[in-house]
């Protein structure tokens, strides 16, 4: 009877050993998995998927395997925020780019628009010129002139107008791009 009783020990240390070596391998082969999707993962998301408790991972006997579930963890976030940080850097300098593309658009309309303004006034000027030399048929091509550049100055406002709207959605889009990515990305722990 008495080596009845030092077997059970014995069987139920080894039963636990066991068991104990089946629940590492699962958080392993876990980690493995969480790793290769190359998304994000915490330590609970481990537990849950081995189906072990997280005293058992965080527990001082195994120090390697805390070790290997929080650098697991750690790399894949750090992973996920240097993704997240370049595709915001990329979508941010697009709008930038936009937004720099339609100041210059802007500043060209405008400067070219002065320079209509300049000639319509010569031309205006020369029309009603005090000393009444004009012929009417030079007359009819200044007025003609003075109509084709009004109607430039119409169209070239209408682009200066349409190119100020897509300046002002492409700063709304940077500021609403840069907000995201404050709320977005968690500090890191």
């Not at 391998?25 to 998304?39: E, F, H, I, S």
């Amino acid at each position: 009877m008495t080596q009845a009783r030092r077997r059970r020990p014995v069987e139920a240390i080894e039963s636990r050993n066991r068991r104990t070596a089946e629940c590492e391998d699962r958080v392993r082969r876990t980690v493995a998995k969480l790793a290769k999707t190359g998304l994000p993962f915490t330590v609970e998301e481990v537990c849950r998927r081995a189906d072990v408790g997280k005293t058992f991972i965080y527990d001082k006997k195994r120090p390697e395997l805390t070790k290997l579930v929080l650098v697991a963890r750690d790399t894949s976030q750090l992973a996920t925020r240097t993704r997240i940080d370049e595709q915001d850097l990329a979508e941010t300098t697009s709008w930038r780019e936009r937004a720099l593309n339609a100041e210059a658009r802007v500043k060209e309309l405008r400067g070219t628009l002065r320079q209509q303004d300049a000639h319509i006034s010569d031309l205006t000027g020369q029309l009603f010129d005090p000393d009444g030399n004009h012929l009417a048929d030079e007359n009819a091509r200044l007025r003609g002139q003075v109509d084709m550049l009004n109607q430039q100055v119409t169209n070239i406002r209408s682009d200066l107008s349409a190119a100020q709207r897509s300046l002002q959605a492409s700063r709304a889009n940077v500021r609403r791009e840069q907000e995201r990515n404050l709320t977005v990305v968690p500090p890191p722990s």
